[in-house]
């Protein structure tokens, strides 16, 4: 079965620095990974995805995230934080599910505060 | 989200009683998907479906009932519901699984059993 672990629940970072949210996964077969972000009292919102190709994937609001085969990862990353991108994020792997289908996995989700 | 609709928004029931939440696309994506979304736990899969007619467990698929006689809706309902079920549910859904822009969200359904 599929898996996906997002080791810290939150991470803080200053305005204007580089910010890094780590994202781990298990999959068996080539992985589809997803970073998804989601606003207090909102549902989630899609940010970018790996299928295949490029290994560093650009998304919405200038996020991007770097694809590692070698130690499964697909860490998320914005070269400077905005207080506005303080949410709740979360990482998924697309596995085969027991019955057959491609069903997604998400991680516990990583609280990204950005301090003024 | 705009084409995926969740209703109630909120909804306090007692224990015991069955309560259904509804979700509603108008993509007509093929896969539908109920999670709960728990502090500590991040989000659930209850249920999926891969076609109308076509429903399969998730990993939390106790106390919990779903149809699709329709490929836009997917309703859940907790036959007798119990305070362990106070959470937040959210319907997602997907075309081509994995492609285009992966899986789309409702707003969720806030629960609380008292």
């Known amino acids: 079965a599929q898996s996906v672990a997002q080791p810290e629940d939150q991470v803080n970072v200053a305005e204007g620095n580089p910010l890094t949210v780590k994202c781990t996964y298990s999959v068996s077969g080539n992985p589809y990974l997803f970073w998804y972000v989601q606003y207090p009292n909102r549902g989630l919102q899609f940010l970018l995805k790996y299928i295949t190709g490029d290994n560093l994937v650009k998304g919405s609001y200038g996020f991007e995230a770097e694809f590692n085969k070698s130690q499964t990862s697909f860490h998320l990353k914005k070269p400077s934080a905005l207080v506005s991108d303080s949410a709740l994020y979360f990482c998924a792997v697309r596995g085969l599910a027991s019955g057959g289908s491609y069903i997604p996995t998400f991680g516990r989700g990583t609280s990204l505060i950005v301090h003024p | 989200d705009a084409g995926i609709t969740q209703s109630p928004r909120y909804k306090i029931t007692e224990t015991g009683r069955q309560v259904t939440l509804m979700c509603h696309q108008t993509?007509?994506?093929?896969?539908m998907f109920w999670y709960r979304q728990d502090l500590g736990h991040g989000l659930r899969l209850i249920y999926y479906s891969a076609a109308a007619d076509i429903t399969d467990k998730g990993e939390v698929p106790d106390g919990y009932v779903v149809s699709r006689s329709k490929t836009e809706n997917f309703p859940l309902t907790l036959e007798s519901a119990t305070r362990s079920q106070t959470s937040v549910y959210f319907c997602?859904?997907?075309?081509?699984?994995?492609?285009?822009?992966?899986?789309?969200f409702g707003s969720g359904t806030r629960l609380t059993v008292v």
């Open positions: 993509w007509s994506h093929s896969y």
């Open positions: 997602a859904s997907s075309g081509v699984v994995g492609a285009n822009y992966g899986y789309t």
